[in-house]
T-cell receptor, first 110, second 113 residues
């Protein structure tokens, strides 16, 4: 059974204070690792897909990286509008379901 | 393309009542997923449809839950009878064409009193 563990559960940062979120996973065969952002009262919104160890993707202040056992979401010089819950999910070689972690609640204070 | 549309946005009901949640997926999809989100358990897959056929319903908690997809443009998730522990946010999600990422609706916030 696929498993995804995210840490920390919650992270408070000052504006401009860079940090990283962790996603550890166990999957029989990795088809892809996905990062989503979720704002209160909304559905998860796609950020990145990573397919193989060593791959990196960037979008504005976010950079996602992947190893064989974990992924990191690096946030550089965050702004208050980056505050959200960040979800990590894995897709195995099956039919396409995503197995999600519990998420990290990020709060960026001005 | 309006994306995945769910209704109602909020539903408050009393224990024992029937609840029906609705989803209109992205046009051109061939798969549909129902997820449930709670603080304790996060996002859990309830059921997966491919070409309107239920393929994996192993996440459906019990017989009180049922889901249908009568056509490619519409799906329902029904809970009968509802219980307070069913209180959660229910999401519908689909792929768009060959895109591997899932697109989520805004969810239905269900409260069973």
């Amino acid at each position: 059974e696929d498993q995804v563990t995210q840490s920390p559960e919650a992270l408070r940062l000052q504006e401009g204070e860079s940090s990283s979120l962790n996603c550890s996973y166990t999957v029989s065969g990795l088809r892809g690792l996905f990062w989503y952002r979720q704002d209160p009262g909304k559905g998860p919104e796609f950020l990145f897909t990573l397919y193989s160890a060593g791959e990196e993707k960037e979008k504005e202040r976010l950079k996602a990286t992947l190893t064989k056992k974990e992924s990191f979401l690096h946030i550089t010089a965050p702004k208050p509008e980056d505050s959200a819950t960040y979800l990590c999910a894995v897709r195995d070689l099956g039919y396409g379901k995503l197995t999600f972690g519990q998420g990290t609640i990020l709060t960026v204070h001005p | 393309d309006a994306g995945v549309i769910q209704s109602p946005r909020h539903e408050v009901t009393e224990m024992g009542q029937e609840v029906t949640l609705r989803c209109k997926p992205i046009s051109g999809h061939n798969s549909l997923f129902w997820y449930r989100q709670t603080m304790m358990r996060g996002l859990e897959l309830l059921i997966y449809f491919n070409n309107n056929v239920p393929i994996d319903d192993s996440g459906m908690p019990e017989d009180r839950f049922s889901a249908k997809m009568p056509n490619a443009s519409f799906s329902t998730l029904k809970i009968q009878p509802s219980e307070p522990r069913d209180s959660a946010v229910y999401f519908c999600a689909t792929h768009r064409g060959r895109d591997e990422k899932l697109f989520f609706g805004s969810g239905t916030q269900l409260s069973v009193l």
